[in-house]
């Protein structure tokens, strides 16, 4: 497995603004994705982190609102732009530590709040 | 797209008490996985398992692929089992989630 630790774990900020959120892995994995939790729901793919290119959006979410960055094989951010109330969810990050091995780990999570 | 159900979307057990949980898939799938998240909103891994059984503790999962369904066995439930089951299928790295089973344990 992996060991992901993501930044800030919470934040609450006013509508408007924006957050770029953090992942961090402490070894190089293959693939990273991003995850959004609403309250009381499952979780919904955002996109896939790619790295040194642009990331591969899911529908219903685009670049201009999430942008993505990842440049090298151990490090995302993900940032949620020109909030609303309706953005306050949970982000997660996850990975697949490498090739040809499914099983997919999760980071603890960003709780964010929008007012 | 995958469609993924999962049964009983809550779940009030003593402790002590089994428990079944169980996930139905539309489509033949690469990745099965079964997490449980904390009231803190941490996903622990518990199962990755695409096909077979596989024990951890007081927990079991089997996932027969050719039918395109997983269960979930609880032995011996304790209050810090309760949290949020999630079910999760994949294909080309992508997880789709069921919507999920809250269980509570009451002591």
């Known amino acids: 497995s992996a060991v992901i630790s993501q930044k800030p774990s919470r934040d609450i900020c006013q509508r408007g603004t924006s957050l770029t959120i953090q992942c961090q892995v402490d070894?190089?994995?293959?693939?990273m994705f991003w995850y959004r939790q609403q309250p009381g729901q499952s979780l919904t793919l955002i996109a896939t982190?790619?790295?040194?290119?642009?990331?591969?959006?899911e529908s219903g979410f685009v670049i201009d609102k999430f942008p993505i960055s990842r440049p090298n094989l151990t490090f995302s951010t993900l940032t949620v732009s020109n909030m609303s109330p309706e953005d306050s969810s949970i982000y997660l990050c996850?990975?697949?530590?490498?090739?040809?091995?499914?099983?997919?780990?999760f980071g603890p999570g960003t709780r964010l709040t929008v007012l | 797209g995958i469609q993924v159900e999962q049964s009983p979307p809550d779940l009030i057990l003593q402790e002590g008490a089994n428990s079944t949980l169980r996930c139905n898939f539309s489509?033949?799938?690469?990745?099965l996985q079964w997490f449980h998240q904390n009231p803190w909103g941490q996903l622990i891994n518990l199962f990755y398992?695409?096909?077979g059984t596989k024990q951890n503790g007081r927990l079991s999962a089997t996932t027969v692929a050719t039918e395109r369904y997983s269960l979930l066995y609880i032995s011996s439930s304790q209050t810090t089992d309760s949290g949020v089951y999630f079910c999760?299928?994949?294909?080309?790295?992508?997880?789709?989630f069921g919507q999920g089973t809250e269980l509570s344990v009451k002591p």
């Open positions: 982190a790619n790295q040194g290119s642009e990331a591969t959006y």
């Open positions: 996850s990975v697949l530590p490498r090739a040809g091995y499914n099983e997919q780990f």
């Open positions: 398992i695409p096909s």
């Open positions: 489509d033949s799938v690469n990745n």
């Open positions: 999760a299928v994949g294909k080309g790295g992508k997880l789709i």
């Open positions: 070894s190089q994995v293959t693939m």
